[in-house]
């Protein structure tokens, strides 16, 4: 079983960056896909990003392509998220997710993962 915290969220202003960590403990994260979702408030889950394994591929919902970044430190344990040009939309709780086995078609979905983390809070606004 892996253990994930996520961190790294913060207040930010309309255009800037920000890195979000997941890092793993309790297992081995190149075991695992790792996926990034987020929630705002009234609205359901949604899927942000995924990596496979070996980080050789990676997913995008499309409000998000082009602007954030996601990648894996397997020595590390830890996925990033880089988000660039930040939107007051963007703002959201966001989750990391780990599964073992997923189609790379499904893993924007949340109910193909196994373990959660806390999540950490984003915000952008001026």
């Known amino acids: 079983q892996v253990h994930l915290v996520e961190s790294g969220g913060g207040l930010v202003q309309p255009g800037g960056s920000l890195r979000l960590s997941c890092a793993a403990s309790?297992?081995?994260?190149?075991?695992?896909?790792i996926g990034w979702f987020r929630q705002a408030p009234g609205k359901e889950r949604e899927g942000v990003s995924c990596i496979s394994k070996s980080g050789g591929n990676t997913n995008y919902t499309d409000s998000v392509k082009g602007r954030f970044t996601i990648s894996r430190d397997n020595a590390k344990n830890t996925v990033y998220l880089q988000m660039n040009s930040l939107k007051p939309e963007d703002t959201a709780v966001y989750y990391c997710?780990?599964?073992?086995?997923?189609?790379?078609?499904?893993?924007?979905?949340?109910?193909?993962?196994?373990?959660w983390g806390q999540g950490t809070q984003v915000t952008v606004s001026s």
């Open positions: 309790g297992s081995t994260l190149n075991y695992y896909i």
């Open positions: 997710a780990a599964a073992p086995f997923i189609a790379r078609t499904m893993c924007l979905m949340s109910v193909r993962y196994n373990y």
